[in-house]
């Protein structure tokens, strides 16, 4: 996933600890205040859910938008993911920036092409 970002031209961490909680992230967008979660089957015990939720209303709590997609949607679906992810990093990188003009992540030729193809989806 953090290769397929980084591909898109977006700069990512991985497992980075944040705060004073310690809570380790699988991918942050910081110039867009993004975690991507990457869960994988053991993330359906009931014990994970909770400190999955905990680690969430923090993160939330501290401003970053919290985006979660399972292995499997990753593995066989990860075209899709990226249709679902890019605009709202474009979105949220442009939100905290002001909307100001440095940021080009509309001219991106692969994020142009994912925003039109929901635009069709949308209108179709």
């Given at each position: 996933m953090a290769r397929a970002l980084r591909k898109q031209g977006i700069v990512v961490v991985t497992n980075k600890?944040?705060?004073d909680r310690g809570f380790e992230v699988d991918i942050l967008i910081e110039a867009a205040k993004v975690v991507v979660e990457v869960d994988g089957p053991f993330h359906c015990l009931r014990e994970t859910r909770r400190r999955d939720e905990e680690k969430t209303r923090w993160l939330e709590s501290e401003g970053y938008l919290v985006l979660r997609v399972s292995t499997e949607e990753i593995r066989y679906h990860l075209k899709s993911v990226l249709q679902m992810l890019l605009p709202q990093i474009s979105k949220r990188t442009k939100a905290l920036r002001g909307n100001c003009t440095t940021a080009k992540?509309?001219?991106?030729?692969?994020?142009?092409a994912a925003l039109e193809e929901a635009r069709l989806r949308m209108t179709a």
């Open positions: 600890r944040l705060g992540w509309s001219h991106h030729p692969l994020l142009r």
